[in-house]
């Protein structure tokens, strides 16, 4: 089935920092989506991206869908201690049914 | 964005009962969704809850087991029959962006600790 993975699992950055994270595929996805979950919350959406090549900002955070449709990217300038959080992306699926896959997270913890 | 409360938001219940959790967003909405994270894990889904017909399941998750209802466009239920210890994680229920773009919002989430 689709899956996807996402890189770094885990990282440790210095406030101020800029973070990059990676989601990639061997199947190709219409849709990808960027989540950030808090402890004790559901995932909030932070950006969502429809075309491969498109560039999207939110804020200090920019994503982009990858050109082979089987990647995705986010990140994050100037991390501040509010962007500790887990990092998914979804990917819409292409194999007949409307569902997202979702990755497997990337915990970001910011040193202050 | 559609706006979701779930109930309840957390629960521990004991093995061999059943919890019913549920989902009210405040518009109506086409698709609902029901996920299972487990602790330390990423989203899984568990079925598509659809308005007046049988919820469509993943595999590995069965009706007998997680039935779902979805009596109109703005209100589902999972229940989580017959529990066990690894039924314990938390449940959350999305909703379709039901504005011509394929986004997904999601609830709180309810925290289930079967013992």
């Known amino acids: 089935g689709q899956q996807l993975n996402q890189s770094p699992q885990s990282m440790f950055i210095q406030e101020g920092e800029d973070v990059s994270m990676n989601c990639t595929s061997s199947s190709i996805f219409n849709t990808w989506l960027w989540y950030k979950q808090d402890p004790g919350e559901g995932p909030v959406l932070l950006i969502a991206l429809y075309k491969a090549g498109e560039l999207t900002s939110n804020g200090r955070l920019t994503a982009q869908f990858g050109i082979t449709r089987k990647d995705s990217f986010l990140n994050i300038s100037a991390s501040i201690p509010s962007d500790v959080g887990i990092y998914f992306c979804?990917?819409?699926?292409?194999?007949?049914?409307?569902?997202?896959?979702f990755g497997t997270g990337t915990r970001l913890k910011v040193l202050a | 964005s559609a706006v979701i409360s779930q109930k309840p938001s957390r629960d521990i219940c004991q093995r061999g009962t059943s919890l019913t959790i549920q989902c009210q967003v405040d518009?109506?909405?086409?698709?609902m969704f029901w996920y299972r994270q487990q602790p330390g894990q990423s989203l899984t889904l568990i079925a598509t809850a659809n308005q007046g017909s049988e919820a469509t399941y993943e595999s590995g998750f069965v009706i007998d087991k997680f039935p779902i209802s979805r009596p109109n466009l703005t209100f589902s239920t999972l229940t989580v029959s017959n529990m066990s210890p690894e039924d314990s994680s938390i449940y959350l229920c999305?909703?379709?962006?039901?504005?011509?773009?394929?986004?997904?919002?999601f609830g709180p989430g309810t925290r289930l600790t079967v013992l």
């Open positions: 979804a990917g819409l699926s292409t194999s007949g049914t409307y569902k997202y896959i």
């Open positions: 518009s109506q909405v086409t698709m």
């Open positions: 999305s909703v379709d962006s039901g504005q011509g773009a394929d986004t997904q919002y």
